[in-house]
Every structure is written in C-alpha cells, then in structure tokens.
C-alpha cells in the first residue's frame, strides 16, 4: 500500500523535527514477529539497501543454539539472504552490480516483547542484510521485486521505505504484493 504524498511529506517533516521520537517508534517497531523492514535508497548510480527482521520468520527460532541442524538452517538462511539477485528482481532496462552484500545473526537482549509477554528478559535474535549494488541507467529503474516471501512464508508483512530522486515512498508488501513501484 503506498501513501499518498501528503502524508509522506508530513511524515517525512516529522522525523526531520523529532528525530528522538522517531527513534523510539522505530525502535518499538523494529521486533514485531511476522514482519520485517526494508529500506532502500537509490541515487544515479547506487541501490542501498538494508533488512532487518526477526530470525524467528527466517529461521523460526531466536534463541542461540548448538544444535548442528539449527546452526544449518542459520547458514542456509545467511547464504540465501546475501544472495541478492535470489531474493530481488530489478524491473526496468538497468544494469547492475553487487558490489557488497551480507547477512548476519544478531542476538539483542531485551525486556520481552508482547508476543513473549510472560518472559522477563527474552532473548530475541534478528537477522540484518545489507546489500549495495553500483549501477548503470539507474532512472530505468521502474520496480524492485522482492522474491523472499518464497524463501521466508513466516514473514507476513515487509515495511518498505525507499528514498530516490523522487522523494520518499512507503510499501507494505506481503507474498501477494511483492513489487516496489517506482513513480518516475
Ligand atoms: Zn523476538
């Protein structure tokens, strides 16, 4: 679903005057299980973007682990999403290069959540990826589809913001609704 620009502007406003609160809603925001972030940003020549999203719909657990099927699942899961042209299609006439891409296990130490209610100080993992690719023709770049709904059904929503030369857009995509739009 894409807001309508009004609401962009003002959001965007907001957080340009409140960077404090906007910090703590995002951090708030950041651990909600069955969904996940991407932002983008996209200038003339580079794609940034950076996931990040509960391990528990990328692996279906947080806690740490010994266990020699888990840790596999853990690779599996890092390898598939440092994969970028895996897990993403560039829509439009653009060529482009992965220039960085990683994917990591963070293990955060919190006051539990309400989805682990009961717990006084849950574990939660995330998994973080970022990916930077250098490209040519990038104003071609009429969409982004995200393909790792295939690989990761846990994740329910994925919040999106991107930033480019048109200004800022907001997705939220599901497997049903994989394509990030970009109005040129
Ligand atoms: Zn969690």
């Known amino acids: 679903m894409k807001n309508s620009n009004s609401m962009t502007l003002a959001l965007a406003s907001l957080m340009l ?22 932002d983008i940003a996209i200038d003339t020549s580079t ?3 950076r996931f990040e999203s509960p391990a528990v719909n990328i692996v279906g657990f947080e806690y740490a682990t010994e266990d020699e099927q888990q ?11 440092s994969n ?3 897990i993403y299609g560039l829509v439009g006439d653009v060529s482009c290069q992965t220039v960085k ?5 963070v293990t955060e130490h919190e006051a ?10 849950a574990e939660h993992a995330e998994f973080i ?3 930077r690719l250098e490209c040519n023709q990038l104003n071609n770049l ?43």
């Open 84 to 86: 970028f042209d895996l």
């Open 112 to 121: 539990g959540h309400d989805d682990h209610g009961e717990v006084a100080k």
């Open 142 to 184: 009429a969409a982004i589809d995200v393909k790792m709904f295939e690989f990761f059904p846990a994740i329910e929503d994925l919040d999106v913001q991107v930033v480019y030369s048109q200004g800022q857009i907001k997705y939220e995509l599901d497997a049903n609704n994989t394509l990030i739009k970009l109005d040129r």
């Open 47 to 49: 794609i940034e973007m």
């Open 71 to 81: 840790l596999l699942l853990i690779n599996k899961a890092k390898s598939n999403l």
């Open 17 to 38: 005057t409140l960077p404090s609160v906007h910090a703590n809603a995002s951090e708030l925001d950041a651990h909600e299980h069955g969904s996940a972030n991407l």
């Open 101 to 105: 891409s990683s994917a990591k296990w």
């Open 129 to 131: 990826a970022e990916y």
